[in-house]
């Protein structure tokens, strides 16, 4: 009894208790919640919100209908996870297929696929599932150890979660100081003893802490509106419109069928590029774009360029304003069209379904390519917030190699023999550097996105300009008619190096530009014969072909430990989980066996019961004595010293009265032993966590 509710009587007493527990309660779910709210930058916290309250407001709705109420605290985690779990189905398996399958992998592989997706991930079952699961593991959890332990116990399962969220996304900032304050609240309700008063001082503070952090949150400073495509570009004429066509790769390649443009061209063409993206903060690529009206001409930086004239008809299947243009543009008719003339990026401006594009395509030969020099730029720096595990893949990469075309080439031909392409319907999404260290050091799968991406940064690691482009592959034949239909299978990226005298030369990782114009001259036809060429400086080449011989050959990638991490972050949960749960289950388990069976069976396990309860107290159980002896001696309140005898009177009479144990026996025990535990549950609060958790009953020898 505490010093405020020492002078109220007993009804008002029990009435304060039921609030005090209903209020730990709010503050041991919300703990869990916030643990998975702080999933916020990997799945937005928009799309967290509804399964987090499904998951969390089922367990509070059960911990405060059983308050006050012994006899329902053995339904209280079922019911919580069954109206939990329920929820959860309809809220994200509605519309599912196959339900069982998604749940397996959402349980099994959920953080794997969400590792190699872009961040914020889509909020896909299979990706996101695991989340509101593992809250409610969590929120399940610390409701049990606030009613069976120390109460600061039951914060612990939620900061695990919220530890385990930081191996995907660290929060910082103000972010991560109102979460720590979410916590202190959090603890806060499961400490105090509250009035009316008291409830109304919390709320007032939560009130207070909120309008803090939001008029923090306003007071930010505001981000670069240049951080990723979906912002606004310098000249875009479709600011804040367009999506970027690297996050479309995975997209496009899931509908392989549907088709984007025909073209029809005078010379051979490889690829068709849409944007270049030359900026990388770690999270997303951008691009720098700076676009002028695209007039009679344009001019390029090439020295001697050949014109080639195409004739391209966009299909249902194009999207945004790029426009598809081979090589670098000069000229476009048929369409309004914005043009940067550092990258050759096309804009439609306005309406364009069909035009005819004129570009320039360097003359080059392959000696040229492998005895230039490259350019040095802003693009041959290493990333800004390069991780520690990417530069030293790059460093093993690379070694003390000077940059040049045959290095460039040879950084080209390592990821094609340590690297596979991703196929089928699962395919990875994501370029930042999370997804690039799981890509590079973990699943070694991944589509172009991943191939381009990963490309550029270990090359301006080593010094190598490089950017990266995304667009589309020229099919390797024509249709009936001469012109070529190009589809979402045909969407790619890839990287491109800067030579001196020859521009930005492309190159393909994934082996997967196609080869229909490279054994016809061009820049395309000059960079495969340079794959071929011995490096000056080794003697190798940067040719695939097995026969070929492979003195630049590099180390092959060194596994990650993203598994790893997340396994040690796993066995650190089981490890603060597995005492102050398990004991308290396997006391929970044995008492309902022993309530099980003929009365007579039924009234031996309330004896027993008993016995293991003073003995979990610490109390000496002497073995000969009686329920009635034990009564008398046990410094127990006197309700409980009363409960313990007449459980022993009920106890003689179905058990040494000659006769069958009449079935009322059994429920008259049983009802003696809550008493005698609610007796006992007036103690301490230090002795009754003891008692929940010590294995002292349940390692006696049966007797």
């Not at 190598?464 to 969407?491: C, E, F, K, N, W």
């Amino acid at each position: 009894m505490t010093s405020r509710t020492a002078g109220l009587g007993p009804d008002r007493r029990r009435a304060a208790a039921v609030v005090t527990g209903r209020t730990a309660g709010l503050g041991a779910v919300a703990a869990a919640a916030l643990g998975g709210a702080l999933f916020a930058p990997v799945f937005t916290i928009s799309a967290l919100l509804p399964a987090l309250a499904v998951s969390a407001l089922p367990v509070l709705l059960a911990d405060q209908l059983s308050a006050g109420r012994p006899g329902a605290r053995a339904w209280r985690a079922p019911l919580a996870l069954v109206l939990a779990l329920a929820g959860l189905a309809v809220l994200t398996l509605r519309g599912v297929d196959d339900p069982m399958t998604t749940v397996r992998t959402a349980v099994t592989q959920g953080w794997q696929l969400t590792l190699a997706s872009t961040w914020p991930a889509r909020p896909d079952p299979e990706l996101m599932l695991f989340v509101p699961l593992l809250t409610l593991l969590a929120a399940v959890v610390a409701v049990e150890l606030l009613r069976s332990g120390p109460p600061l116990a039951a914060i612990l399962p939620g900061l695990a979660l919220g530890g385990l969220a930081q191996l995907f996304s660290a929060t910082a900032g103000t972010t991560a100081l109102a979460a720590g304050l979410g916590y202190a609240m959090c603890a806060a309700l499961m400490l105090l003893r509250p009035s009316r008063r008291d409830l109304a001082g919390v709320a007032v503070a939560v009130v207070a802490v909120l309008a803090a952090g939001t008029a923090a949150w306003a007071a930010r400073p505001a981000a670069d509106d240049a951080v990723t495509v979906h912002h606004e570009q310098e000249n875009d004429p479709r600011r804040g419109a367009a999506v970027n066509p690297l996050d479309q790769i995975a997209d496009r390649l899931s509908e392989p069928e549907a088709v984007v443009f025909h073209d029809r061209t005078d010379a051979p063409v490889t690829r068709w590029p849409l944007v270049v993206l030359d900026r990388f903060d770690g999270q997303a690529w951008t691009s720098s774009a700076r676009y002028r009206p695209l007039g009679l001409r344009a001019g390029t930086d090439a020295p001697a360029a050949t014109e080639h004239t195409a004739t391209v008809r966009l299909d249902a299947g194009a999207s945004g304003p790029w426009l598809p243009t081979p090589g670098h543009p000069v000229a476009l008719t048929g369409a309004g069209a914005l043009i940067d003339d550092a990258t050759g990026t096309v804009v439609a401006d306005g309406a364009a379904d069909r035009y005819e594009v004129t570009w320039a395509e360097p003359r080059v030969t392959p000696e040229q390519l492998t005895a230039a020099g490259l350019v040095a730029g802003p693009e041959s720096g290493p990333p800004a917030g390069l991780p520690e595990s990417i530069r030293q893949l790059a460093a093993k990469v690379t070694g003390d190699a000077a940059p040049t075309f045959h290095s460039a080439l040879a950084l080209e031909k390592w990821m094609r023999q340590n690297y596979r392409v991703a196929t089928g319907t699962s395919l990875p999404t994501g370029h930042g550097y999370a997804q690039l260290d799981y890509f590079l050091r973990t699943s070694k799968r991944g589509t172009s996105e991943q191939f381009a991406a990963a490309y550029v940064v270990l090359a301006r690691s080593a010094g190598i300009p490089a950017r990266l482009v995304v667009g589309y592959r020229q099919p390797a034949s024509a249709g009936a008619d001469g012109s070529y239909t190009v589809t979402g299978a045909d969407a790619l990226a890839w990287p491109e190096v800067h030579v001196a005298g020859a521009g930005w030369v492309p190159l393909d990782p994934t082996a997967q530009a196609g080869t229909a114009a490279t054994d016809k001259g061009g820049m395309a036809g000059a960079v495969e014969q340079a794959r071929k060429a011995p490096d000056p400086a080794t003697g190798g080449t940067g040719d695939t072909e097995p026969d070929e011989p492979r003195d630049q050959v590099l180390p092959p990638p060194p596994e990650s430990d993203h598994a790893g991490l997340l396994a040690v972050a796993a066995a650190v949960l089981v490890l603060l989980l597995a005492w102050p749960v398990g004991v308290p289950l396997a006391k929970v388990a044995r008492r309902r066996r022993r309530r099980a069976g003929e009365p007579a069976a039924a009234v031996a396990g309330a004896c027993a019961e008993a016995r293991d309860r003073l003995i979990d107290h610490g109390l000496e159980v002497p073995v000969g004595a009686t329920l009635r002896e034990l009564a008398e001696v046990v410094p127990v309140p006197a309700e409980g010293r009363q409960a313990l005898a007449r459980l022993g009177a009920c106890a003689d009479r179905a058990l040494w009265s000659g006769g069958a144990a009449p079935a009322e026996a059994a429920g008259d025990a049983w009802r003696e032993v809550r008493s005698m535990r609610s007796a006992l549950a007036k103690g301490p609060l230090r002795h009754r966590a003891r008692a929940a958790l010590t294995v002292r009953s349940l390692r006696r020898p049966r007797r």
